[in-house]
């Protein structure tokens, strides 16, 4: 599997579609590519994807449920008069791809974006229409940034200034800035800008440029996401294709390839700069064998196993305490690429505070072992929280991707304590620092510490102690599967 497409709620049900090749463990030629629900008034759902014209290039179309009262949608009927939107012209036949989920404005019309290139200038084209069916590309495109290559599965949607409420993909307010997010398919990451969307003047100025340094939903593995509003919880849930770490051989050894993120909420940073992001909360429905502790002092060395807890599929909450901040390491953090400082100083590196945070899929002897760990540096006076997740050891197999991946949180450790979630399963390990405002996702192999043979450990192996203030988990039960089939299309 790969991209998920078109998550909605709808008359009492999550509907989640993704691409996926019934024929095989590897992604494949497809003619139907990305695409997003919109929900038209009347309550009728609509899917607006990519297919492929006769001549091999890029189009939009559109497609209906078949059977409204079937609450799961199973069966979807593409429109006689597809496509409905062609390959603009210049652009090249496969740079055209991936509509969005639809806004509709006080003027009437609805917008969509949908994702190109041209000569390496990433594009969001943006088109209207009355009747969804008839679309006109406005002049200019919503947004552009130079060699930036092809833009893959745009999403566009506004989040409130003051609040962790997500709204509807059409609400305009002077109470809500623009995310706009961009798949880069050169880098395979996603993402995002913040901003004001005015569709009177149809124009978007976002506060932050599209740099390849920040700002990232995921520091990690996390690709293609795209969003949804859930009108019962009133939220903004994100979900996103994980893909291997391994080689197509392994994926072809183990029958299957790619996964979907945890769904997450998210939602907009009481400091506007930044977005948050949360496992949604029905995961609790998943919990079982709590185990907690308090206030347990970690000196130099410290290793404390988390037991008690099914630890190859669970759920992890710490946080740590630090005082005597003064003496931390001097580190200027302009200029430098926090991912390489976390695979050059890896959680074996003994620092002054840090490495310390969680060993996830350990084997007993710590052979193998995912490490997800802070450092935290001073410079003129301020400190920075540096949050890695290292790949390095995680198995004993060659022929992985072992790449470490970091991030700066943006917290002050001297008013905040320094939160970690950890969501393990298997083979991915999903990370949120600072209380969702740094995320980063792993694939990991271990070849011991797998079942009940794996381990999960807090650890501290910087010279200054560390106070875990605080730590909950939770083993995760399988997610119940109710039905499983196919979800067809037809002409
Ligand atoms: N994968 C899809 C495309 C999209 C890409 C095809 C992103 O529509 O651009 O499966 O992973």
Redesign the pocket.
Known sequence: M??PNGPMYYNGVYHFFY?YNPFGPLFSD?IC??GSATILPGNKPIILY?GIDSQNRQVQNLAIPKNLSDPFLREWVKYTGNPIINLPEGIQHDDF??PTTAWLADDGKWRIIV?SQKDKTGIAFLYQSVDFVNWTRHESPLHEVADTGIW??PDFFPVMVDGTNGVDTSVMSPRVKHVLKV?LYDYARDYYMIGDYSPEKENYVPQNELTLGTLRYDYGKY??SKSFFDPVKNRRILMA?VNESDSEADDIAKGWSGLQSFPRSIWLDRNQKQLVQWPIEEIEMLHENEVSLQNENLEDGSLHEIQGITAWQADVKISFKLTNLEVAEELDPSGIDPQLICSKMDASKKGKFGPFGLLALASHDLTEQTAIFFRVFQNNGRHFVLMCSDQSQSSTWNGLDKTTYGAFVDIDPQQDEISLRTLIDHSIVESFGGGGKMCITARVYPTLAIGEEAKLFAFNNGTESVVISELSAWSVKKARINIEETVMCTD
């Open positions: 790969n991209d691409q497809q590519w990305s990519t791809r991936d994702g893959e599965c798949g690709y293609a294709w």
